[in-house]
């Protein structure tokens, strides 16, 4: 489709569970292994889960304090991490990489780092689309507590050009929006990163579990395509501690393609030559927004937060 290629070696490190019991060294030592892997085969950017760094704590019941002391970063990089940052700037690759942050004025977010080839933190984001709840549910197998433990990111959805490539970020429920997506595909964003950690069991209704998977590709298939973008998505999966998500990590092409998926439950490296080219026509065609949009007849997706009544006709 393109004449001229623009090529990103872009590789997803998937991760296998994270138990209680594992530490931050053990966990940096995998994506340190990871990252060697990714770099020996082509990648220049690698992509790792949603608070990679621990369990998927918003499972437990605790308080916030509790939390924030044994889950939470309060600097980045920090003595524990410094080794992959160390590694990243030695082979000359970058990487997202999600944790649980607690600023210096001691507001938690569910934030992702984009870090580049020297090592620089050059962007962060702080997750919008918080899922689960605030309150304990001691009927529910497990909670889903990211509204209790984190606030709403305090900005926009972003791009960032690092790396030859202009790259946005989301985290994990975010991709099931589609203002997300669209919100970075207007700031001309080439690919959009994210780490997930989705549970295979809804806790609020009885979904049947092989809709996790297919919710989870057909947004992100849908949503490249729709937005001319790449995207990388990273799963932390497995059994921790018994409680299972699921895998499924993929890079999907702006043609809605999947061009990698993951096979295991474990940690799993992905890599591909991803031709930026590829979106081109699309953004020339059938998605030339410039063209095509209609933002005067899309007022009500600002306006209005949930559903209200309809608009009223001329006709
Ligand atoms: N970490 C997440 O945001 N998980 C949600 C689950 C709760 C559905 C997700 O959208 O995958």
């Known amino acids: 489709m393109s004449k ?10 998937q991760m296998g569970p994270v138990h209680l019991a594992d530490t931050r060294r053990q966990v940096v030592g995998r994506l340190l292994d990871m990252l060697r892997q990714a770099h020996a085969r082509g990648a220049r950017l690698v992509v790792f889960p949603e608070l990679a760094l621990t369990t998927f704590f918003p499972r437990y019941w605790m308080s916030e304090d509790q939390a ?6 309060r600097s980045m990089p920090n003595p524990e991490v410094q080794p992959l940052f160390d590694e990243a700037r030695r082979l000359g690759v970058g990487f997202y990489l999600g944790y649980a942050e607690l600023t210096a004025q001691g507001v938690p977010y569910n934030t992702a780092i984009l870090v580049d080839e ?18 304990h549910k001691p009927d529910a197998p497990f909670q889903h507590l ?3 433990f984190f606030r709403v990111g305090d900005q926009p959805f972003g791009v960032w050009d690092t790396m030859g490539a202009r790259i946005g970020m989301c985290l994990c429920n975010d991709r099931r929006w589609p203002e997300t997506w669209r919100m970075m595909s207007l700031q001309s964003a080439e690919l959009v990163v994210l780490g997930y ?20 590709l057909i947004t992100l298939q849908a949503s490249a395509y729709q937005n001319c973008v790449w995207a990388a998505a990273a799963a932390k999966c497995g059994a921790e501690d018994g409680h299972h998500m699921i895998g499924g990590s993929v890079i999907v092409a702006p043609t809605g393609e999947i061009a990698a998926q993951a096979i295991t439950e474990d940690d799993e490296v992905l890599v591909v030559q991803a031709d930026l080219g590829v979106a081109e026509a699309f953004r020339r065609h059938v998605f030339d927004f410039a063209r095509h949009r209609r933002p005067e007849h899309y007022g ?13 006709r001329t006709e």
Do not use: C
């Open 300 to 312: 009500l997706i600002t306006e209005r937060v949930g559903p209200g009544p309809a608009l009223p």
């Open 118 to 135: 020297q090592a620089r933190i050059v962007g962060k984001y702080r997750k919008i689309h918080l899922p689960g709840h605030d309150e």
């Open 197 to 216: 950690n989705t549970p295979s069991h809804n806790i609020h209704w009885p979904e049947p579990a092989h809709l996790r998977m297919h919710h989870h």
């Open 146 to 148: 990211e509204k209790k």
């Open 68 to 73: 924030q002391q044994r889950f939470f970063e």
């Open 4 to 13: 001229t290629r623009n090529t990103l070696g872009l590789a997803v490190a």
